[in-house]
Nanobody, 113 residues
Framework: QVQLVESGGGLVQPGGSLRLSCAAS????????MGWYRQAPGKQRELVAS???????NYADSVKGRFTISGDSAKNTVYLQMNSLKPEDTAVYFC???????WGQGTQVTISS
């Protein structure tokens, strides 16, 4: 069964950090293009970051310099390190296989003092 499971979300203060994980099973996701998306209340889902099998990364302008996407092929897991978090980063974050079209269930990230 194909499955993407996100974890690592939570409530942090502005300026804090979180690391999201996306554990994959059923496919070798780290050999394909993976992405992190987010959706805030009342807004469309947007691409935050992506990484290809060759390690080429792409970031939304709003997170450049603050977020880092990476993959661990041995663990079949993709990560999103988020630093210098801002209230506007508050959203549900989803892991997505751009190659196969699979989505995780999402993990809530809330930035608030």
């Amino acid at each position: 069964q194909v499955q993407l499971v996100e974890s690592g979300g939570g409530l942090v203060q502005p300026g804090g950090s979180l690391r999201l994980s996306c554990a994959a099973s059923g496919r070798i996701y780290t050999l394909n293009t993976m992405g992190w998306y987010r959706q805030a209340p009342g807004k469309q889902r947007e691409l935050v970051a992506s990484i290809t099998s060759g390690g080429i990364t792409n970031y939304a302008d709003s997170v450049k310099g603050r977020f880092t996407i990476s993959g661990d092929s041995a663990k079949n897991t993709v990560y999103l390190q988020m630093n210098s978090l801002k209230p506007e980063d508050t959203a549900v974050y989803f892991c997505h296989s751009l190659t196969f079209g699979d989505w995780g269930q999402g993990t809530q990230v809330t930035i608030s003092s």
